[in-house]
């Protein structure tokens, strides 16, 4: 399996993409808190921390014994990815002198064509032509355990004695073995979906090369590398016939009760191959938008769920094998590795608009969550409540002081136009005469003719000669050009018998002058008074 996976990794360095559709591909609303919240800086700093604590704790005896000897591998594969995402080369020098130890700590990396994935995929991180060299290490390596008609014929497979192989199983060959990368990888992937896959699109774990019986068990493992492969392949220009059956194994895996429960979480080990299939899948294959958003969610839920329950207590860089929690207190490369596969499936996707929050916490149980809706919906009803008397106060405020504002409006607007009918009165056009004696603001009466007519006008008397004159006070209009009485002895004040005739004509005139008259109408009678 893994060598097909190495084969399509070398397609991949040369390949195109396509698009593909899927129909019916949801999201589960069952699924345990999809949303990707975290910034991807934020991501990128936790996943280089765990890798980081990784290398740290790798102890060298260990691997050169072979005691993580494949664990070892999956994090050099994690070191070269997280450079590709982060568009980095920090951990090329590095990966090349380990690729160098590891080759003799097993002889051409025998049994372990994990290595080849690994050099894979340094060489399409960095474009270095010496890790292509390692993956060809690996790939000789692996090609004696593949089915080939030599060793049909020899009975002679992985350097062991077998015999009574089959050619084919109902009515498909099992030879797979050939010199051409892009022949091996299509046959590769025929043989798993004729033998391995059953019509719904589990991938089953092996089948008997004497009797062609399927072991009817799916694991992880087997799925997610299903997916990484079929995601490469079915990119290449020549090979769209991959893209119904990678579809057909995407909604199997993801959807299996038999690694996860219906919150989605995987349970079982194994689980970080199935991330790592999905994260080719989101990244090169050009699916629908549709199929993107159910990758991501379901990529989502694990990734909350291993920041949540994975993380030891006593240092948050180190995580545990169990993905649902409680984390153990133990550490292991391989527990480590399998978190970092989910870490860096996690750094492309986009962020979800959601409440800010530093990081992920542990999904709510069942009761929790009907709990926390009747909360919800309480404090909902409150808060509607209160939304719903503010704006009713509210209102209330504007009409009350809209109607005070239109009173002082309608005050104001009376007073201006009084001011303005005055001020018309006074500064009318065309005006024959201007009064002047007094600049003090007088208030006025307004008269008709009947009251001018009756009102008693002075017989003024001019004494020739003396310049004295006997006058008798004028009562009704005269009166209102005195805001006061004056003194007869005040010399600035006029004397009415310094007036003339002309100036009480211009006064009388200026009396008269607001009211409108009629061209059919005569001047009012005046009735003189001697004293």
């Known amino acids: 399996m893994l060598l097909f996976v190495a084969v399509v990794w070398y397609l991949h360095v040369v390949s195109k993409y396509i698009t593909a559709t899927a129909q019916g591909l949801i999201s589960n609303p069952l699924w345990s808190n999809p949303n990707i919240t975290l910034k991807q800086d934020v991501r990128i700093a936790i996943a280089k921390e765990a890798i980081e604590r990784a290398r740290v704790m790798l102890d060298e005896k260990q691997l050169q014994n072979g005691t993580y000897y494949g664990a070892t591998a999956r994090l050099y594969s994690q070191m070269a990815e997280f450079d590709t995402l982060t568009n980095q080369t920090t951990y090329q020098g590095q990966l090349y002198q380990a690729f160098e130890k590891a080759r003799y700590v097993r002889e051409d990396f025998l049994d372990y064509t994990s290595y080849g994935v690994a050099a894979l995929r340094a060489y399409a991180a960095y474009g270095n032509e010496s890790f292509i060299k390692f993956a060809e290490v690996a790939w000789n390596s692996a090609m004696s355990c593949t089915m080939s008609s030599e060793a049909y014929q020899s009975g002679q497979l992985c350097n062991q004695n077998v015999t009574d192989l089959k050619e084919s199983c109902e009515g498909a060959e099992i030879i797979t073995n050939t010199t051409h990368y892009l022949d091996l990888a299509t046959r590769a992937a025929d043989f798993v979906l004729h033998h391995l896959a059953d019509p719904q699109g589990a991938i089953q774990d092996s089948i008997n090369e004497r009797t062609c019986e399927v072991t009817e068990e799916s694991r992880p493992h087997n799925a997610g590398l299903v997916l990484e492969g079929l995601a490469i392949l079915s990119t290449a220009n020549h090979y769209p016939r991959f893209e119904d059956s990678l579809l057909r194994v995407l909604n199997n895996t993801v959807t299996s009760k038999i690694w996860q429960s219906d919150n989605g979480i995987i349970s079982s080990d194994g689980g970080q191959y199935i991330l790592r299939g999905l994260s080719v899948i ?13 990758i991501k969610n379901y990529i989502g839920v694990q990734y909350n769920a291993v920041l949540a329950n994975s993380r030891v207590a006593q240092n948050p860089n180190i995580y545990s094998g169990s993905w649902t929690g409680p984390p153990s207190t133990g550490y292991s490369i391989q527990n480590q590795t399998n978190a970092i596969s989910v870490l860096l499936a996690a750094i492309p996707l986009p962020e979800d608009t959601a409440p800010a929050a530093s990081e992920p916490t542990e999904p709510d149980a069942p009761n929790d969550r009907k709990r926390s809706l009747k909360i919800g919906i309480i ?26 504002l239109f009173r002082s409006t309608m005050h104001l607007d009376q007073a201006r136009s009084k001011s303005k009918a005055t001020k018309g009165r006074n500064d009318r056009t065309p005006r024959p005469f201007i009064m002047d004696y007094d600049t003090k603001p007088r208030p006025r009466k307004y008269m008709n003719y009947h009251s001018v007519s009756a009102a008693p006008i002075p017989s003024i008397r001019i004494s020739p000669g003396t310049g004295n004159s006997n006058t008798t006070p004028m009562a009704g209009p005269s009166n209102q050009f005195d805001n006061g009485t004056t003194s007869g002895n005040d010399s600035d004040a006029p004397k009415l018998g310094y007036i003339p005739t002309s100036e009480l004509v211009r006064v009388l005139n200026d009396r008269l002058q607001p009211e409108h008259w009629r061209d059919d109408e005569v001047p009012p009678e005046y009735a003189s008074q001697r004293g």
């Open 379 to 404: 404090l909902g009803a409150v808060f509607g409540g209160i939304v719903c008397l503010t704006l009713l106060a509210g209102i209330a405020f504007i009409l009350v002081n809209c109607k005070q």
């Open 282 to 294: 989101y990244q090169r294959a050009l699916l629908s938008q549709d199929v993107r958003n159910y």
